[in-house]
């Protein structure tokens, strides 16, 4: 999974395990984010999605 943005885009990344309660997992992340990054390194089965500030 990937999330491309224009470059300088400012955005959280967010999980839920039920897709109706989300968390924010890392704050004002910048550019692109794959799910390698440190917002999935813990290792949490669920949804994340990437919110644009």
Do not use: F, H, N
Request: hydrophobic content about 40%; aromatic content about 12%.
């Amino acid at each position: 999974m990937a999330l491309q943005l224009p470059a300088g885009t400012t955005y959280d990344i967010e999980y839920s395990a039920d897709l109706v309660t989300w968390e924010v997992i890392a704050s004002d992340v910048i550019g692109s984010y794959t799910d390698g990054d440190a917002g999935c390194a813990g290792g949490k089965a669920g949804y994340y999605r990437g919110v644009v500030k």
